[in-house]
């Protein structure tokens, strides 16, 4: 069997999260931008989730990395981005243990193309 590498789950994630930003920053609607993984990369059971992520134009990219999770968190539910049972959510499943392997990349990048799927 063919192992799943971080490199395609992490294309498919940005995929899914311009998608569902329709490819704007989600702070101004500049029509650029890059995925930030609001709970770090570094943090395994969100790492491909897109609900860990947001899309952002470069200046709100380097603004989200200085205000850190908690500080985006509350801003998007402040501004109503994003909702209160996400941001509760979102710390769950941030804060649960998973095994980072090849079965989970696989399970990640099946997820993904589901939502790739459903969106076309």
């Not at 994003?82 to 989970?104: G, M, P, Q, S, Y």
């Amino acid at each position: 069997m063919k192992k799943t590498s971080d490199e395609i789950c992490l294309s498919l994630f940005r995929i899914v999260v311009s998608d569902q930003a329709g490819g704007r920053c989600e702070v101004c609607g500049a029509q650029e931008g890059d995925p930030h993984h609001i709970y770090s990369r570094d943090n395994k059971s969100v790492r491909y989730d897109p609900t860990n992520g947001i899309w952002l134009c470069n200046t709100h990219h380097r603004w989200a990395e200085t205000l850190g999770a908690k500080g985006l968190i509350l801003f998007l539910v402040n501004t109503r981005k994003r909702t209160d049972e996400w941001a509760a959510e979102l710390t769950r499943r941030k804060n649960k243990i998973v095994k980072f392997n090849d079965a989970f990349r696989a399970e990640w990048k099946a997820r993904l193309l589901d939502h790739i799927r459903e969106a076309a």
